[in-house]
């Protein structure tokens, strides 16, 4: 089995000379429109040759390049749990997608991510008749309080979020903890505990009770609370959590601790380099889906008209 991945590994290698480069995105920044931004993209054929005639439809080239790398990172891991794992969260967007046009009563599977191993056209179908059992037992289960939530009044696109998000992040726990490698099960755990941090501080700025939090960290339902009652707990967290609470309570905010959880996310996956692994596959998944952000960023910018400088520090930040 190693065998095989040191030879995907090696494909990853030649693949990642080919993400986009500082020269790509100074070039993007230089678009005075819209238009422009997203011809530079197409004809470097980012999006695997999609177009678009409207150049607002921007998202699709960005969905049909994160496909691809799904495709690719599902072709070259070994471990079915660590793909399971770094899957999840698309399998969960698309279920998200679903559920809120199943009572919007709107049809198509446009804006979902197509290299999850979904049927989306039978899926969607099945929810509309509110049949879950494709999904895994913690997604159906979410589906149907969505279900009882709609039924009661509460419609609001966010409480699909939220319930849906805490079926994935139960869903990942689930996988890394079957998953043979010390990698995922480190990077779930970090996932989880950033998560449930930055989410105390949403709750408690919106004066909100606890809840919600993810499933799969280290720091405690228990700890939660009392942070939630008394920022001065936050003393006795480890680190890196210890610091990263801090940020998230700084004047820097959430947004700075959303960068944090990114940088440790990459610490780990660094920690952990070794080419006869699957650690090559995740270090380009998550430098791809990075870029595509950048890429949104930037478009975005261009969009609104900000000027080059301030698009230009947004990429080096």
Same mark, same amino acid.
């Given at each position: 089995?190693?065998?095989?991945?040191?030879?995907?590994n090696g494909?990853?290698?030649?693949?990642?000379?080919?993400?986009?480069?500082a020269?790509k995105?100074?070039?993007?920044?230089?678009?005075?429109?819209?238009?422009?931004?997203?011809?530079?993209?197409?004809?470097?054929g980012?999006?695997?040759?999609?177009?678009?005639?409207?150049?607002?439809?921007?998202?699709?080239?960005?969905m049909?390049?994160?496909?691809?790398?799904i495709?690719?990172?599902?072709?070259?891991?070994y471990?079915?749990y660590?793909? /399971?794992y #770094?899957?999840?969260?698309? $399998?969960?967007?698309n279920?998200?997608?679903?559920? %809120?046009?199943? +009572?919007?009563?709107?049809e198509?599977?446009d804006?979902?991510?197509?290299?999850?191993?979904?049927?989306?056209?039978?899926?969607?179908?099945?929810?509309?008749k509110?049949?879950?059992s494709?999904l895994?037992?913690?997604?159906?289960?979410?589906?149907?309080?969505?279900?009882?939530l709609?039924?009661?009044?509460n419609?609001?696109?966010q409480?699909?979020?939220?319930?849906?998000?805490?079926a994935?992040f139960?869903?990942?726990?689930a996988?890394?903890?079957?998953?043979?490698?010390?990698l995922?099960?480190?990077?779930?755990?970090?996932?989880?505990?950033?998560?449930?941090?930055?989410?105390l501080?949403?709750?408690?700025?919106a004066?909100a009770?606890p809840q919600?939090?993810?499933q799969?960290?280290?720091?405690s339902?228990?700890?939660l609370q /009392?942070? #939630?009652?008394?920022?001065? $707990?936050?003393?006795?967290?480890k680190?890196?959590? %210890?610091?990263? +609470?801090?940020?998230c309570?700084?004047?820097q905010?959430?947004?700075?601790?959303?960068?944090e959880?990114?940088?440790?996310?990459?610490?780990?996956?660094?920690?952990?380099?070794?080419?006869?692994?699957?650690?090559?596959?995740?270090?380009?998944?998550?430098?791809k889906?990075?870029?595509t952000?950048?890429?949104?960023?930037?478009?975005?910018?261009?969009k609104?008209?900000?000027?080059?400088?301030k698009?230009?520090?947004?990429?080096?930040?």
């Amino acid at each position: 089995m190693k065998d095989i991945q040191f030879y995907a590994n090696g494909r990853l290698a030649v693949l990642s000379t080919k993400l986009l480069g500082a020269d790509k995105f100074l070039r993007l920044s230089e678009c005075n429109t819209l238009s422009e931004a997203v011809k530079v993209l197409t004809e470097g054929g980012y999006g695997g040759g999609v177009t678009v005639e409207n150049p607002n439809d921007y998202e699709k080239i960005l969905m049909a390049e994160t496909d691809s790398a799904i495709r690719l990172f599902a072709e070259l891991c070994y471990d079915k749990y660590a793909v /399971k794992y #770094f899957l999840c969260r698309y $399998v969960c967007h698309n279920v998200k997608v679903l559920m %809120k046009r199943k +009572y919007m009563r709107v049809e198509g599977v446009d804006d979902c991510f197509g290299c999850v191993g979904q049927d989306l056209p039978a899926l969607q179908q099945q929810l509309v008749k509110d049949d879950y059992s494709a999904l895994s037992k913690n997604l159906a289960a979410a589906c149907h309080e969505v279900d009882v939530l709609f039924a009661d009044g509460n419609r609001s696109p966010q409480a699909v979020d939220v319930v849906i998000d805490k079926a994935m992040f139960a869903d990942m726990a689930a996988y890394a903890k079957k998953s043979r490698l010390k990698l995922v099960r480190e990077l779930n755990e970090s996932l989880a505990d950033t998560t449930n941090l930055m989410l105390l501080c949403r709750l408690k700025k919106a004066g909100a009770k606890p809840q919600g939090f993810a499933q799969g960290g280290s720091i405690s339902a228990e700890t939660l609370q /009392k942070l #939630f009652d008394n920022d001065g $707990v936050a003393a006795d967290l480890k680190q890196p959590y %210890k610091d990263f +609470y801090a940020l998230c309570t700084s004047e820097q905010g959430l947004a700075a601790a959303e960068r944090e959880q990114k940088r440790l996310r990459n610490a780990l996956v660094r920690k952990y380099a070794d080419f006869s692994t699957i650690q090559p596959a995740v270090e380009y998944f998550f430098k791809k889906t990075e870029e595509t952000d950048k890429v949104r960023m930037v478009l975005i910018s261009v969009k609104n008209g900000v000027e080059k400088d301030k698009i230009k520090s947004l990429i080096a930040g």
